[in-house]
């Protein structure tokens, strides 16, 4: 993968309803944003750590940023640290590919990428 992928986060419904709709319009907090949140490969252990340590049912979707054109801005947020933020739907196609949030049993992540 490149620096042309980032990635989203989502739950195992909202991945379904992606597929089923074939467009995800965000979670509820993206909503709330007024932006899809996605993370680069090396914000991604970071932001599961913070945002979905409680959950078992979180499945990485990997994003091609050339399929979503000038609808994402590189913009700061936690430290000041720039973060990948869609502003529109996010298309099936432009998702290379997916894989469930394997948690180990101390509690940790297997990052699948």
Not at 22 to 50: C, N, W, Y
Not at 76 to 83: C, I, K, Q, W
């Amino acid at each position: 993968m490149s620096d042309l992928v980032v990635y989203k986060l989502v739950t195992v419904g909202e991945y379904e309803e992606l597929r089923r709709m074939g467009e995800f319009r965000g979670s509820p907090a993206d909503i709330k944003a007024g932006f899809i949140h996605m993370s680069s490969r090396t914000q991604l252990a970071v932001t599961v750590e913070k945002h979905f340590r409680d959950r078992a049912d979180i499945v990485v979707a990997a994003i091609d940023l050339g399929k979503l054109g000038n609808v994402v801005r590189w913009e700061p947020s936690r430290n000041g640290e720039l973060f990948p933020h869609l502003y529109g739907a996010l298309p099936i196609n432009a998702v290379m590919a997916v894989a469930v949030l394997e948690r180990l049993p101390d509690g940790s992540v297997r990052l699948p990428v």
